[in-house]
């Protein structure tokens, strides 16, 4: 069986969307996007109802973190990567790593966590509702094999694993080489 690894994020923003507060995510955001379809390790994303790009996978909803405020919407992804280091390192090296530095600038500090991993199988792709069930429950429940994070990830077998750091080095090193 072909397993990849699922990841999701969501996050709220302080102020409404279109706040001038918000422009430098809105200015990162697209070129971010186009980083990721060339990142080393990157399959596939879920696009969104409202946008041009790739098709949503299933229809697009939030965690019950989500408060609407009158702006429709709130940041959130969705992707499949072909292992657990790739999608570490384009979170966290490069300019997503530079976005991210902002965040407290544009986004609620979380009472939840802002991003969730878990393996699928080949054939399945996730939809938005599986994220936001996987969500919940590493909110709810702890990173498991289920659902889990960074800092305590399990492997495809659901065993707990380390994250390979010779290999996030070499990932890293292949995305800076691409620009």
Do not use: C
């Not at 955001?29 to 109802?49: H, K, M, T, V, W």
């Not at 949503?56 to 072909?82: H, M, N, Q, T």
């Not at 659902?147 to 495809?156: E, I, M, R, T």
């Amino acid at each position: 069986m072909n397993l990849r690894v699922a990841l999701y994020t969501f996050g709220q923003f302080s102020m409404l969307a279109d706040d001038p507060v918000n422009d430098g995510f809105h200015l990162r955001n697209d070129p971010i996007l186009e980083n990721i379809e060339n990142a080393p390790g990157f399959l596939a994303r879920s696009g969104y109802a409202s946008d041009p790009g790739p098709e949503p996978w299933g229809e697009e909803i939030y965690p019950r973190f989500y408060k609407e405020r009158g702006d429709g919407w709130s940041p959130a992804s969705l992707s499949l990567w072909s292992d657990l280091e790739s999608p570490m390192a384009f979170s966290y090296f490069g300019l997503h790593a530079e976005a991210l530095s902002h965040g407290r600038e544009w986004f609620q500090k979380p009472q939840w966590p802002p991003y969730v991993l878990w393996w699928v199988d080949g054939s399945h792709m996730p939809q938005w509702r599986d994220a936001v069930v996987r969500h919940e429950h590493l909110h709810d429940k702890g990173a498991t094999a289920f659902a889990f994070d960074f800092k305590q990830p399990f492997d495809a077998s659901g065993q707990p694993k380390k994250i390979d750091r010779e290999r996030l080095k070499a990932i890293v090193g292949l995305q800076a080489k691409q620009g």
